[in-house]
């Protein structure tokens, strides 16, 4: 069974640009996450889909960041434009419910903005 | 709020020794808990869990039980290997079970 994928694995881009990160996750798994992990500190959830609607994007900086996931299947997440405090892994995670109970990481996007 | 608590790291330990990585939490009701993995340049990896007090989650020679009474989740192994060199990760999933959050992480590193 193929895994979570994730492009680009690496990106450096300056501030004040944009931008985006892709995303498809296992097949069959209606729930898709994405996190973002600074370094030193743990994932935090930015934005959760169930099939291609939003259950959770309290903590989206939404001036910046923007996310979708059409026909509930692959997602892509943007930042435009971006900020220093922007550099960090950008995780992807899919599970079969919506109860988060197993979730499955990509292999993520380490973003870095100079 | 939910939060996670883990010991600060880097662990550094010699090859069969054992280990304990300390993890507490703050969640109202009954959350489901977990370990996750890091091994250098890969993902996150789930490596045991347990939903319910008194559970025992065991994986790959590692163990940790869900302590209701003092809010714990310890991760141990009886003898450590360099391939477990890595960072760990304490998280939790509360019961409207939207999505986990997470502990600052624990590197451990292992020397033969």
């Known amino acids: 069974e193929a895994g979570v994928a994730q492009s680009p694995r690496y990106k450096i881009i300056e501030k004040r640009q944009s931008v985006a990160f892709w995303c498809n996750p296992i097949?069959?798994?209606?729930?898709l996450y994405w996190y973002q992990q600074i370094l030193g500190q743990g994932p935090k959830l930015l934005i959760q889909f169930q099939n291609n609607g939003v259950v959770d994007d309290s903590q989206l900086p939404k001036d910046r960041f923007s996310a979708e996931r059409l026909k509930g299947v692959d997602s892509t997440l943007k930042i435009q434009p971006a900020k220093l405090e922007d550099s960090a892994v950008y995780l992807c995670?899919?599970?079969?419910?919506?109860?988060?109970?197993?979730?499955?990481f990509g292999p993520g996007t380490r973003l870095t903005v100079t | 709020g939910n939060s996670v608590t883990q010991m600060e790291g880097p662990v550094t330990l010699s090859e069969e020794a054992f280990l304990t990585i300390n993890c507490t939490y703050t969640?109202?009701?009954?959350?489901?808990l977990f370990w996750y993995v890091q091994y250098p340049g890969e993902g996150l990896q789930l490596l045991l869990k347990a939903t319910k007090a008194d559970d025992k989650g065991s994986n790959k020679g590692f163990e940790a039980t869900y302590r209701k009474e003092t809010t714990s989740f310890h991760l141990e192994k009886g003898s450590v290997q360099v391939s477990d060199s890595a960072v760990y990760f304490c998280a939790l999933i509360n019961q409207a079970g939207t999505a986990l959050i997470f502990g600052k992480g624990t590197t451990l590193s292992v020397s033969s």
């Open positions: 097949s069959g798994h209606a729930t």
């Open positions: 995670a899919s599970s079969i419910t919506n109860q988060g109970r197993e979730q499955y």
């Open positions: 969640a109202t009701g009954y959350p489901s």
